[in-house]
Antibody, heavy 121, light 112 residues
Framework: QAQLVQSGAEVKKPGASVRVSCKAS????????ITWVRQAPGQGLEWMGWISAHTGDTNYAQRLQGRVIMTTDTSTTAAYMELRSLRSDDTAVYYC??????????????WGQGTMVTVSS | DIVMTQTPLSLSVTPGQPASISCKSS???????????LCWYLQKPGQSPQLLIYEVSSRFSGVPDRFSGSGSGTDFTLKISRVEAEDVGVYYC?????????FGGGTKVEIK
């Protein structure tokens, strides 16, 4: 069955970068999109952005513009989210989720298990 | 950005009793393609969110029929006809008619 498996927890210092991976299996990876969502401790869900695995087109949350880069590798059916210039308020669980269409509008039907990123000096 | 407002913040329900959660959007979620882009997720304790309902009222595969969604325009409701112990967690509504996608603040459902 379709699933997304994310990389393990990370601890980073302020100003560093982090790269989270999301390995897809059980479906035609390049036919769909991947959305990234994060959740700060005890808080709600925040949309970070979307990437089309087919075209590589991206849309990013304005507040993260310039710091976030989303990519995909269709040869390994993996998606990546890199966040730069980390700050303490970037501490959160980061989720990848599948968008079951070529666009960004459809509901997120499959989610990864989440990756905890801790930013601390 | 579209603001999604959920009420109540929390709900304590006796097993077997119904529960209802409201979600209001600051703009209409009806798209020119005829679809309304409102969905519901449940995040069980310690787990990732899981899709329950998409396009207002369509249940996702495997979701029990005690969950139902309704509404139109800017006002939406998620109902659980008979709450079970496994339904505990935080429920979120989300709009996807316009970027950035935005979520409601969440409603925590507990069992009495």
């Amino acid at each position: 069955q379709a699933q997304l498996v994310q990389s393990g927890a990370e601890v980073k210092k302020p100003g560093a970068s982090v790269r989270v991976s999301c390995k897809a299996s059980g479906y035609s990876f390049s036919s769909y999109g991947i959305t990234w969502v994060r959740q700060a401790p005890g808080q709600g869900l925040e949309w970070m952005g979307w990437i089309s695995a087919h075209t590589g087109d991206t849309n990013y949350a304005q507040r993260l513009q310039g710091r976030v880069i989303m990519t995909t590798d269709t040869s390994t059916t993996a998606a990546y989210m890199e966040l730069r210039s980390l700050r303490s308020d970037d501490t959160a669980v980061y989720y990848c989720a599948r968008v079951p269409s070529s666009g960004w509008r459809d509901a997120l039907d499959i989610w990864g298990q989440g990756t905890m990123v801790t930013v601390s000096s | 950005d579209i603001v999604m407002t959920q009420t109540p913040l929390s709900l304590s329900v006796t097993p077997g009793q119904p529960a209802s959660i409201s979600c209001k959007s600051s703009q209409s979620l009806l798209h020119s393609d005829g679809k309304t882009y409102l969905c519901w997720y449940l995040q069980k304790p310690g787990q990732s969110p899981q899709l329950l309902i998409y396009e207002v009222s369509s249940r996702f595969s495997g979701v029990p029929d005690r969950f139902s969604g309704s509404g139109s325009g800017t006002d939406f409701t998620l109902k659980i006809s008979r709450v079970e112990a496994e339904d505990v967690g935080v429920y979120y509504c989300m709009q996807s008619i316009q970027l950035p996608l935005t979520f409601g603040g969440g409603t925590k459902v507990e069992i009495k």
